[in-house]
Nanobody, 116 residues
């Protein structure tokens, strides 16, 4: 089992920045990738960014160049640095951990609201 706890959400103005954190515990040796998903009201959950155990990263086209995913292995923590935020970035952001190619474990979510 893997437990994930997110923090760092909140209210920010358009153009501002936020950093989300996700602390992992439990059977972290089994994790092949960590990712951030988001779900806006009335929309499906979508992958925002992911980072594999080897360090490769991927981003949704809508956030590329504005968001950066990173990790601190010593702290078992993954970060999502979000900059140049837009109102359409408003969503609940979820941290996820993958076994193989499938994201299997999920955090409780943290709200990000971007106001104009």
């Amino acid at each position: 089992q893997v437990q994930l706890v997110e923090s760092g959400g909140g209210l920010v103005q358009v153009g501002g920045s936020l950093r989300l954190s996700c602390a992992a515990s439990g059977s972290i040796f089994s994790i092949d990738a960590m990712g951030w998903y988001r779900q806006a009201p009335g929309k499906e959950r979508e992958l925002v960014a992911g980072i594999r155990s080897g360090g490769s990263t991927e981003y949704a086209a809508s956030v590329k160049g504005r968001f950066t995913i990173s990790r601190d292995n010593a702290k078992n923590t993954v970060y999502l640095q979000m900059s140049s935020l837009k109102t359409e970035d408003t969503a609940v952001y979820y941290c996820a951990a993958a076994l193989g190619e499938k994201y299997h474990y999920w955090g409780q979510g943290t709200q990000v609201t971007v106001s104009s």
